[in-house]
């Protein structure tokens, strides 16, 4: 039984994306915890807007519990699913994690191209480039745990690939 491989890092570093490439060059089966969430509950605008950030942790943390119990999936993450303690040391407990990272103006830009600032429901303020900031900087000593992968000025294919090799070298 494989070991399952968990994205995790800030808005818009590519999780999502990554995962799908990497799934396929692994053979594996892929998972986006917020989609599944979207699957059972709506949207996660919508989730935010009528029942609060804190259900959706509390979802978070089922989707945590019911992954960690998988194999051979690659397993990509909201933002903040791995800022909670038990969704870390359950998802880690079940595979290797890779944080991806990229610097505040590529997440904007990434964010910008895909209308993805309009959508995020923790970037509803007048100022989202402080909020962003703020949020990331609240975040980091998070995502510092686990190994670090730059997405900055790379495409989702040279980032999984990086992965892919990182994972097979390590098997050797």
């Known amino acids: 039984m494989k070991e399952n491989i968990v994205l995790t890092g800030f808005m818009g570093t590519g999780k999502s994306v990554v995962g ?7 053979h594996m089966d892929f998972l986006d915890t917020d989609e599944e969430i979207e699957k059972q509950h709506g949207p996660i605008e919508e989730i935010f807007r009528i029942h609060g950030e804190q259900f959706f942790r509390e ?16 397993i990509a993450t909201g933002g ?15 595979g290797r994690v890779f944080c991806l990272n990229a610097s505040l103006e590529e997440i904007i830009n990434r964010l910008d191209r895909s209308e993805g600032i309009s959508v995020r429901p923790l970037l509803h303020s007048e100022d989202k480039l402080s909020t962003m900031k703020a949020l990331l900087e609240e975040r980091k ?3 510092e745990k686990f190994e670090q992968v730059l997405t900055d000025g790379k495409s989702a294919t040279v980032v999984a690939e990086e992965i892919y090799n990182r994972i097979n070298n390590d098997d050797i």
């Open 20 to 26: 799908r490439k990497l799934s396929d060059l692994l």
């Open 59 to 74: 979802c978070e943390k089922e989707i945590s519990q019911r992954l960690s119990n998988y194999a051979n999936t690659v």
């Open 80 to 94: 903040g699913l791995m800022i909670n303690k038990q969704n870390a040391d359950l998802l880690s407990s079940s």
């Open 141 to 143: 000593m998070y995502y």
